[in-house]
């Protein structure tokens, strides 16, 4: 065991099992795949999901002889974009760096990465958990290049490992957060909300399951009296953000109870195992790497000048935490509406393109109330992914005036819904499927004639004095007509008949 | 064109094959143009004297016959459409680390045995573009690692101009290929001298470009930061010629640089006037004469100098203080840099694949036997020199010391406008005087290593023989100003009258 990780106070002589105050420490590390055309150091295309293996390649992502690295400006202006949407510093000095290690999906034998001087450094992350605001540093964001990846599989004469180059060289950023995380929760609402900030800035699709953005953490434990401190342990193959809230989870438990027995932490790598819900050891600090990490002389130093910093910035949108607090301030949504209304950006740009800028706030809250309701409703059965909704903002546009004018009900309206079909304005679909408020008097005159006929006893008590049984014949009268009078309308008339006979 | 034009220029007309392959690339440019000589005749010629002389020379790994056939017939073709451009028709030998698709490039490591590029180097497709011929991929020792072509895995390069010699390395292939008239020109690669110091052996010109000057896509990496391609030829407009023909930006190599390439040949050879340095201020480093240096070699470089004060050249003293300091630093920085460059040779892809029970033996397997002594020597020091706790010992302060090599120069080039020296401290040494003793072997570049850590142009230029074997004086610029050192190895090389001097196959 490695004694020095763990510093005990024999003095203080803890009982295990004794009640001790602990803090959890934790610092992730985010891989995040660049949402670029072409690979990071070669004209590759970047999107090699429906290719063959190891053809989404060339000399350069094949690591062959003689081939030379070029440095792929989008991923680097994504990457700053980053950065700046981070709060990060944009030192005047960046390189590249190679980091030596030998395995089969590393066709170089080295990765180009960025060692002591990143493209980005020291910002922050502002995200909501439980409720509370917090802020935890950034340490750093910089460029990397993926590897590609291993096939192990049966074949007749035993087990065989199949290379797969295609994701070799794609682009990546490594965005290392300060260990300022308090608990697995906070850990899981810190990579929600980084996630979020990509997807709005366009840096990456943020996908977990395709391997899109990927998460290792370091988690440590110590007592608040300081008396007892384990070593850092760095916990890997976590897939999905629960998978991170577990294994943190499982990793908080298992530090304390160490050190509550009088045990050591020692300095670790551990692997998460989903299906048996543990971390299993991997690699000590023994077994660590050298990584022999030197400058890359094949690729002159990052051009980060304050002309493409500039540029850069200009690109910055309204990120999710400023467009949640607007929206909640200029249309009185409340803070959950808000939240789930900017969660994703195409969601929060479609509802803003389809009230458009003059927007009552009661019109606002009607908009955030179809999207929140009966979209993602809609959305949902449907199986669409959370940024895509059912309908496209000028559907979306079509249908609220057409709601405000009183075109369609709202019940017609949620009936009309499920059938709209792509680029179909509901007005049209509403026609198509004769779902239009009716402005034949006749027929709605007939329904309340049917409607009185039908309800004696409610007749009877409106005009005892009880006038809320009015409502029972509205929405008897609505039903006769398939939803689609307007209901003012009905009510006027029913009004008229009633008062009128009475 | 006619034939006129040909007896016009001053060419003559050549007739016997040995004529033809003693022609130089300019010569050769205006017979062929002026249709007396085919390319296909000339390429007949240089095949032909591959097959007298490599029996005893061993210049090649591989010789690219129905390749040069096939280049040649498509070079005539297109002289006699008119559309001919300086390198066209020309045969060239290629170092075996410049990567062809139509010939193995082996970079002569039993780990790269066969194996073929899917793709060329620029410098390649530079010339096939403009219609070279190419006759062969020439020895070198493996992965350019060597002074000597002795650690070459297919056998080694001899001497032309005494066989139980080595022709100098890396590059002795197309530096011995050239001697040998066993090709017009040549181009090799220069880390530490690997061009200059095979040329001065070989008595050929060679010219390390200002690094950066060359693109170095598709030449099979030693050490990245130093690697530069260069000429080798047996006129100083040779390889005008040649570095004109290859030089220039190239948005595969970001390291290769966006300056114009100024028209080289257009500064040398018998068009740009009489031999003239005045006005011309040439440094004499003191620190350029070392322990060890042969008294013939300082004899002939002195006499070389003092040809070039005679030639107007106005000589300075200057001082390189950090010269004696260039040798051990390179042998950190090129070594550390080989061993990341070398390892992609894992037998996973291509090339030696030794299969074992576990990954692990697999890896140690191919590379044990796939590697020579010497590159598995540099590997070893390179990947110490990075090792966690040494790197800031060695790597960074080497790097510390590459840049007060990099000042002094700079310093040097405010007085003068070029530097002359040896090229190396002896001649050619004899087969094996130096495989057992790995520092005496790199003693041998110590002359030539300060360019490439400074990253300047340097050009070897014959000036003389010391025991009947070529003496080489080196000339070294300003980065970027290959122009001077052409300029002042023609001039000298023009005045000499001894320079057309062959070996004595």
Same mark, same amino acid.
């Given at each position: 065991?490695?004694?020095?990780?763990?510093?005990?106070?024999?003095?203080?002589?803890?009982?295990?099992?004794?009640?001790?105050?602990?803090?959890?420490?934790?610092?992730?590390?985010?891989?995040?795949?660049?949402?670029?055309?072409?690979?990071?150091?070669?004209?590759?295309?970047?999107?090699?999901?429906?290719?063959?293996?190891?053809?989404?390649?060339?000399?350069?992502?094949?690591?062959?002889?003689?081939?030379?690295?070029?440095?792929?400006?989008?991923?680097?202006?994504?990457?700053?974009?980053?950065?700046?949407?981070?709060?990060?510093?944009?030192?005047?000095?960046?390189?590249?760096?190679?980091?030596?290690?030998?395995?089969?999906?590393?066709?170089?034998?080295?990765?180009?990465?960025?060692?002591?001087?990143?493209?980005?450094?020291?910002?922050?992350?502002?995200?909501?958990?439980?409720?509370?605001?917090?802020?935890?540093?950034?340490?750093?964001?910089?460029?990397?290049?993926?590897?590609?990846?291993?096939?192990?599989?049966?074949?007749?004469?035993?087990?065989?490992?199949?290379?797969?180059?295609?994701?070799?060289?794609?682009?990546?950023?490594?965005?290392?957060?300060?260990?300022?995380?308090?608990?697995?929760?906070?850990?899981?609402?810190?990579?929600?909300?980084?996630?979020?900030?990509?997807?709005?800035?366009?840096?990456?699709?943020?996908?977990?399951?395709?391997?899109?953005?990927?998460?290792?953490?370091?988690?440590?434990?110590?007592?608040?009296?300081?008396?007892?401190?384990?070593?850092?342990?760095?916990?890997?193959?976590?897939?999905?953000?629960?998978?991170?809230?577990?294994?943190?989870?499982?990793?908080?438990?298992?530090?304390?109870?160490?050190?509550?027995?009088?045990?050591?932490?020692?300095?670790?790598?551990?692997?998460?195992?989903?299906?048996?819900?543990?971390?299993?050891?991997?690699?000590?600090?023994?077994?660590?790497?050298?990584?022999?990490?030197?400058?890359?002389?094949?690729?002159?130093?990052?051009?980060?000048?304050?002309?493409?910093?500039?540029?850069?910035?200009?690109?910055?949108?309204?990120?999710?935490?400023?467009?949640?607090?607007?929206?909640?301030?200029?249309?009185?949504?409340?803070?959950?509406?808000?939240?789930?209304?900017?969660?994703?950006?195409?969601?929060?740009?479609?509802?803003?393109?389809?009230?458009?800028?003059?927007?009552?706030?009661?019109?606002?809250?009607?908009?955030?109330?179809?999207?929140?309701?009966?979209?993602?409703?809609?959305?949902?059965?449907?199986?669409?992914?959370?940024?895509?909704?059912?309908?496209?903002?000028?559907?979306?546009?079509?249908?609220?005036?057409?709601?405000?004018?009183?075109?369609?009900?709202?019940?017609?309206?949620?009936?009309?819904?499920?059938?709209?079909?792509?680029?179909?304005?509901?007005?049209?679909?509403?026609?198509?499927?004769?779902?239009?408020?009716?402005?034949?008097?006749?027929?709605?005159?007939?329904?309340?004639?049917?409607?009185?006929?039908?309800?004696?006893?409610?007749?009877?008590?409106?005009?005892?004095?009880?006038?809320?049984?009015?409502?029972?014949?509205?929405?008897?009268?609505?039903?006769?007509?398939?939803?689609?009078?307007?209901?003012?309308?009905?009510?006027?008339?029913?009004?008229?008949?009633?008062?009128?006979?009475? | 064109?006619?034939?006129?034009?040909?007896?016009?220029?001053?060419?003559?007309?050549?007739?016997?094959?040995?004529?033809?392959?003693?022609?130089?690339?300019?010569?050769?440019?205006?017979?062929?143009?002026?249709?007396?000589?085919?390319?296909?005749?000339?390429?007949?010629?240089?095949?032909?004297?591959?097959?007298?002389?490599?029996?005893?020379?061993?210049?090649? %790994?591989?010789?690219?016959?129905?390749?040069?056939?096939?280049?040649?017939?498509?070079?005539?073709?297109? %002289?006699?459409?008119?559309?001919?451009?300086?390198?066209?028709?020309?045969?060239?030998?290629?170092?075996?680390?410049?990567?062809?698709?139509?010939?193995?490039?082996?970079?002569?490591?039993?780990?790269?045995?066969?194996?073929?590029?899917?793709?060329?180097?620029?410098?390649?497709?530079? @010339?096939?573009?403009?219609?070279?011929?190419?006759?062969?991929?020439?020895?070198?020792?493996?992965?350019?690692?060597?002074?000597?072509?002795?650690?070459?895995?297919?056998?080694?390069?001899?001497?032309?101009?005494?066989?139980?010699?080595?022709?100098?390395?890396?590059?002795?292939?197309?530096?011995?290929?050239?001697?040998?008239?066993?090709?017009?020109?040549?181009?090799?690669?220069?880390?530490?001298?690997?061009?200059?110091?095979?040329?001065?052996?070989?008595?050929?010109?060679?010219?390390?470009?200002?690094?950066?000057?060359?693109?170095?896509?598709? @030449? %099979?990496?030693?050490?990245?930061?130093?690697?530069?391609?260069?000429?080798?030829?047996?006129?100083?407009?040779?390889?005008?010629?040649?570095?004109?023909?290859?030089?220039?930006?190239?948005?595969?190599?970001?390291?290769?640089?966006?300056?114009?390439?100024?028209?080289?040949?257009?500064?040398?050879?018998?068009?740009?006037?009489?031999?003239?340095?005045?006005?011309?201020?040439?440094?004499?480093?003191?620190?350029?004469?070392?322990?060890?240096?042969?008294?013939?070699?300082?004899?002939?470089?002195?006499?070389?100098?003092?040809?070039?004060?005679?030639?107007?050249?106005?000589?300075?003293?200057?001082?390189?203080?950090?010269?004696?300091?260039?040798?051990?630093?390179?042998?950190?920085?090129?070594?550390?840099?080989?061993?990341?460059?070398?390892?992609?040779?894992?037998?996973?892809?291509?090339?030696?694949?030794?299969?074992?029970?576990?990954?692990?033996?697999?890896?140690?397997?191919?590379?044990?036997?796939?590697?020579?002594?010497?590159?598995?020597?540099?590997?070893?020091?390179?990947?110490?020199?990075?090792?966690?706790?040494?790197?800031?010992?060695?790597?960074?302060?080497?790097?510390?010391?590459?840049?007060?090599?990099?000042?002094?120069?700079?310093?040097?080039?405010?007085?003068?406008?070029?530097?002359?020296?040896?090229?190396?401290?002896?001649?050619?040494?004899?087969?094996?005087?130096?495989?057992?003793?790995?520092?005496?072997?790199?003693?041998?570049?110590?002359?030539?290593?300060?360019?490439?850590?400074?990253?300047?142009?340097? %050009?070897?230029?014959?000036?003389?023989?010391?025991?009947? @074997?070529?003496?080489?004086?080196?000339? @070294?610029?300003?980065?970027?100003?290959?122009?001077?050192?052409?300029?002042?190895?023609?001039?000298?090389?023009?005045?000499?009258?001894?320079?057309?001097?062959?070996?004595?196959?």
């Amino acid at each position: 065991m490695a004694v020095e990780a763990v510093r005990v106070d024999p003095a203080a002589g803890i009982a295990p099992g004794s009640a001790l105050e602990f803090e959890t420490v934790i610092g992730l590390e985010v891989h995040a795949q660049l949402l670029t055309r072409s690979k990071m150091y070669c004209g590759c295309l970047a999107d090699y999901a429906d290719a063959p293996p190891n053809t989404a390649t060339c000399p350069v992502c094949l690591g062959l002889p003689g081939a030379l690295p070029v440095a792929n400006r989008a991923a680097i202006e994504l990457a700053l974009l980053t950065g700046l949407s981070l709060g990060c510093r944009i030192p005047g000095y960046n390189k590249l760096d190679r980091k030596n290690y030998v395995y089969p999906d590393l066709p170089k034998g080295y990765q180009i990465s960025q060692y002591d001087l990143p493209l980005c450094a020291g910002g922050a992350l502002t995200f909501v958990s439980g409720g509370v605001t917090r802020t935890a540093g950034i340490t750093r964001v910089h460029v990397e290049e993926d590897t590609g990846r291993l096939v192990h599989r049966s074949e007749v004469g035993g087990e065989v490992s199949l290379v797969d180059l295609n994701r070799s060289g794609v682009p990546l950023m490594e965005i290392v957060g300060d260990p300022d995380l308090r608990s697995p929760e906070e850990a899981k609402d810190y990579l929600i909300a980084l996630r979020q900030i990509l997807r709005y800035i366009g840096a990456s699709t943020g996908n977990m399951e395709e391997g899109a953005f990927r998460c290792d953490a370091n988690i440590s434990t110590r007592t608040r009296d300081g008396v007892l401190v384990g070593s850092k342990v760095e916990v890997k193959n976590m897939n999905s953000f629960r998978a991170v809230e577990r294994a943190l989870r499982f990793e908080e438990t298992r530090q304390r109870a160490a050190l509550s027995a009088g045990e050591a932490v020692p300095q670790e790598t551990r692997g998460w195992v989903e299906d048996r819900g543990v971390t299993v050891s991997q690699r000590t600090k023994e077994q660590a790497h050298d990584y022999r990490y030197f400058p890359e002389p094949d690729l002159p130093p990052l051009d980060a000048d304050a002309a493409m910093v500039a540029t850069v910035r200009a690109r910055l949108p309204e990120l999710p935490l400023a467009r949640r607090a607007r929206f909640a301030a200029a249309f009185g949504l409340g803070e959950g509406d808000a939240a789930l209304l900017t969660a994703e950006r195409e969601i929060a740009d479609t509802f803003e393109a389809a009230i458009g800028p003059e927007a009552t706030p009661g019109e606002a809250r009607a908009a955030a109330n179809w999207i929140l309701n009966d979209l993602m409703g809609l959305q949902g059965q449907r199986g669409l992914p959370p940024h895509v909704l059912p309908l496209s903002a000028d559907q979306l546009r079509d249908l609220l005036s057409a709601l405000a004018g009183g075109e369609m009900t709202a019940r017609a309206a949620k009936e009309l819904l499920p059938q709209v079909e792509p680029e179909e304005l509901p007005r049209a679909a509403a026609a198509r499927l004769n779902l239009l408020s009716l402005d034949d008097t006749g027929v709605v005159d007939a329904a309340v004639a049917e409607t009185l006929a039908a309800f004696p006893a409610a007749v009877a008590d409106y005009r005892a004095g009880k006038k809320a049984a009015i409502g029972r014949l509205i929405g008897e009268t609505m039903k006769r007509t398939g939803g689609r009078a307007r209901p003012d309308d009905v009510r006027r008339r029913l009004q008229a008949a009633l008062d009128a006979d009475g | 064109m006619s034939g006129q034009d040909g007896a016009r220029t001053g060419a003559g007309r050549a007739t016997t094959a040995s004529d033809l392959t003693a022609l130089t690339a300019a010569e050769a440019r205006r017979h062929l143009d002026a249709r007396d000589v085919s390319a296909a005749e000339l390429t007949e010629a240089h095949l032909a004297r591959i097959d007298a002389v490599e029996g005893r020379v061993h210049s090649y %790994i591989t010789v690219m016959a129905e390749v040069a056939r096939a280049q040649a017939t498509a070079g005539d073709a297109r %002289i006699a459409r008119g559309e001919a451009a300086p390198m066209t028709g020309v045969p060239v030998a290629l170092k075996d680390n410049l990567c062809t698709v139509d010939a193995p490039t082996t970079a002569a490591s039993r780990i790269l045995a066969g194996y073929r590029s899917p793709y060329d180097a620029t410098v390649v497709s530079r @010339l096939r573009d403009q219609g070279a011929v190419f006759l062969g991929k020439a020895n070198t020792d493996e992965f350019a690692m060597g002074s000597s072509t002795e650690w070459s895995a297919f056998g080694a390069t001899r001497n032309p101009w005494r066989l139980s010699h080595v022709p100098g390395g890396s590059s002795g292939g197309p530096a011995a290929a050239v001697a040998a008239d066993e090709a017009v020109v040549a181009l090799g690669s220069d880390t530490g001298g690997s061009v200059r110091q095979p040329a001065g052996f070989c008595g050929v010109v060679g010219l390390k470009p200002t690094y950066g000057r060359v693109s170095r896509y598709g @030449l %099979i990496a030693f050490a990245s930061s130093l690697d530069q391609i260069g000429p080798f030829a047996r006129t100083v407009e040779d390889a005008a010629i040649l570095l004109g023909a290859v030089a220039g930006h190239d948005p595969l190599d970001s390291t290769s640089a966006p300056e114009a390439v100024p028209d080289f040949a257009a500064m040398v050879g018998p068009g740009a006037g009489e031999p003239d340095l005045r006005g011309v201020r040439l440094g004499v480093a003191r620190e350029y004469t070392i322990e060890g240096m042969e008294p013939g070699v300082q004899a002939a470089v002195d006499a070389a100098i003092a040809r070039l004060a005679e030639l107007g050249a106005e000589l300075v003293e200057v001082s390189l203080p950090h010269t004696e300091y260039a040798l051990a630093t390179y042998y950190i920085t090129a070594p550390a840099e080989a061993s990341a460059n070398l390892a992609r040779y894992d037998g996973v892809r291509f090339g030696l694949s030794v299969q074992a029970p576990t990954l692990r033996e697999t890896y140690e397997r191919t590379r044990g036997e796939g590697f020579g002594p010497e590159v598995k020597r540099r590997i070893m020091l390179g990947t110490y020199a990075l090792s966690s706790g040494y790197y800031d010992a060695y790597y960074v302060k080497a790097q510390k010391v590459r840049t007060l090599v990099r000042r002094d120069f700079d310093e040097a080039f405010e007085r003068v406008d070029a530097i002359v020296c040896p090229t190396s401290p002896t001649v050619a040494f004899a087969f094996g005087a130096r495989t057992d003793d790995p520092y005496q072997m790199y003693l041998s570049d110590v002359f030539t290593i300060p360019a490439n850590m400074a990253g300047i142009p340097g %050009i070897a230029v014959p000036c003389g023989f010391a025991d009947g @074997l070529p003496v080489s004086l080196q000339v @070294l610029g300003p980065a970027f100003d290959e122009g001077i050192v052409l300029r002042v190895a023609d001039a000298y090389e023009r005045s000499e009258t001894w320079t057309g001097q062959r070996p004595p196959l």
